[in-house]
């Protein structure tokens, strides 16, 4: 499995950014996939999910502000980040799990500024 994750960058209070997250050598269309954060000095928690047949979850500091979608034609998830605040600064990670294991892309930095 290979996932890469782009899209972070600087971004102020209040603002927007779309993490993408492209997968290969994995039928993603049978995968639910996942968006985790880690902030500095804080465990990597989940902020949503999708499944593989487009259902979604959202951990509630997000709720009403992101969202979770995937274009199984394309293998790809994103995470539309609207509102975002300055406690959303973290690299966002996506993941699935693959044969027991979970996996991991290399991580894309969002800083939302004051």
Not at 17 to 28: D, E, G, K, Q
Not at 43 to 72: Q, W
Request: hydrophobic share 35%.
């Amino acid at each position: 499995v290979q996932l890469q994750a782009s899209g972070g960058g600087l971004v102020q209070a209040g603002g927007y950014l779309r993490l993408s997250c492209a997968a290969s050598r994995i039928m993603f269309r049978a995968y639910d996939m996942d968006w985790y954060r880690q902030a500095p000095g804080q465990e990597r928690e989940l902020v949503a999910s999708i499944t593989s047949d487009g259902g979604t979850t959202y951990a509630n500091p997000v709720k009403d502000r992101f969202i979770i979608y995937r274009d199984n034609a394309a293998d790809a998830v994103y995470l539309q980040m609207n509102n975002l605040k300055p406690e959303d600064t973290a690299v966002y990670y996506c993941s699935t799990v693959d044969r027991g294991r979970r996996r991991w892309g290399q991580g894309t930095l969002v800083t939302v500024s004051s």
